[in-house]
């Protein structure tokens, strides 16, 4: 069973513009929760993450917005620049655990 | 190097065939994930160090799977008897220490074909 979702598997967004990357989860259990982004042929690399004690965490370009109530967060990414193209994937995991569960991710092109 | 190493990046092994695949950690870190990701998929977990012992290994398939990390650093994933439904990235990450809030850092992953 999926506990991490990721129901957009691709958005295109044009250059300098907004991009809304979202994910819902099902475990009430999750308190810490972190995005990835994948370029082709590399391993994902950290984006940036949040706890379940904030609502909101800002890192430059990107914002994490945390809903515990709907059990979703969202990523905003703006302006959007073409380097941002890639795949980025949702993971949740309980902060006294060692497991991340990752969501089937989302395609992001940014568009020159 | 200053990042996690696997090798091979690529294997292509027959059916029944035994693979292990290997994961250089960052110098240092005492903490060492495997994940697996299928085509479509995100990466799932399969097995967690801290240092040489296998701290949560849940994730493992079946016992066909299985890994090991005897000095604390590398680690091998073993599995035998492979089968068409292996089939995909093998990925590792380490980090300094074990804890959700500590940066864990990937590896390119071994692109895993059985066929």
């Known amino acids: 069973d999926q506990q991490v979702k990721q129901n957009s598997p691709s958005l295109s967004v044009q250059e300098g513009r907004i991009s809304i990357l979202n994910c819902d989860y099902t475990n009430s259990m999750f308190d810490y929760f972190l995005w990835y982004k994948k370029y082709p042929a590399e391993g994902p690399t950290f984006l940036i993450s949040?706890?379940?004690?904030?609502d909101k965490n800002e890192d430059g370009r990107f914002t994490v917005f945390l809903n515990k109530s709907a059990k979703h967060l969202s990523l905003h990414i703006v302006p959007s620049q073409p380097g941002d193209s890639a795949v980025y994937f949702c993971a949740a995991t309980q902060n006294t655990g060692n497991q991340f569960y990752f969501g089937t991710g989302t395609s992001l092109t940014v568009i020159p | 190097g200053a990042g996690v190493s696997q090798t091979p990046s690529n294997k292509v092994t027959e059916k029944g065939k035994y693979v292990e695949l290997r994961c250089d950690p960052i110098s240092g870190h005492t903490a060492l994930y495997w994940y697996r990701q299928s085509l479509g998929q995100g990466p799932e977990f399969l097995i967690y160090f801290q240092g040489t012992g296998a701290a949560d290994d849940s994730g493992l398939p079946n016992d066909r799977f299985f890994a090991v990390r005897p000095e604390g650093s590398v680690s091998t994933l073993k599995i035998q008897r492979t089968e068409r439904g292996d089939s995909a990235v093998y990925l590792c990450a380490s980090s300094l220490n074990s804890g959700a809030s500590t940066e864990a850092f990937f590896g390119q992953g071994t692109r895993l074909t059985v066929v």
């Open positions: 949040i706890s379940s004690i904030k």
